[in-house]
């Protein structure tokens, strides 16, 4: 077992631009650090934002805490989510954000802003974790508290992944075309 599986770990995948909600990612880290010295926060993406948060990481000193992993092969995200106890996204806009499902199908627990089809995705036991865009204290309070809460995990990580199975390709599709005929 290496370090990183050892320590608790927070994803963000997504693009690096404040639509995405990449600014808000070191003040949530620096909160969540002060309860949860060992915490991992593992950045996967690339963007506008790439040399703002980098800087950002370094004035607060938390390069021991977020790595920036850069642009990742979707090939190669899945190992990434394996190694995860939360999914972070603080998105200030989304559609139907592809990336809760993919949280959701690997099992990790999720924190995530309420825009777009958010709430429409999200299973009832995690809608507690579905949060007002741009709540930096509520995002790093829901973060921590799945982090030290193993049972919760568990819950949050079955919930998932029966929930997930309603957005089989097939089912998705279908959606949409009863959607296109209204």
Known sequence: VTQAHIRPTVLFVHRLSE???ANYLVPIAK??????????FLIAGDGP??????????QNKLEKNVMVLGSVPNKEIMKYYARSDVFLMPSNEEGFPRVL?????????????DVG?????????????????????AFANAVKK????????G???????????????????????KTLEI
């Open 155 to 177: 819950v949050l990580r079955d919930v998932g992944l029966t929930h997930v199975k309603n957005y089989t390709v097939e089912k998705v599709a279908k959606l949409t075309v």
């Open 31 to 40: 909160e969540v650090v002060k309860s949860i010295e060992n915490v991992q």
């Open 19 to 21: 639509r995405k909600g």
């Open 49 to 58: 934002y790439m040399e703002t948060l980098k800087e950002d990481i370094k």
């Open 101 to 113: 499902l993919e949280a959701m199908a690997m099992g990790v627990p999720f924190v995530a802003s």
């Open 117 to 137: 089809g958010v709430r429409d995705i999200v299973p009832d036991t995690a809608q507690e974790f579905v949060l007002e865009k741009g709540n930096v204290t």
């Open 146 to 153: 799945v982090l030290v809460d193993k049972k919760l995990q």
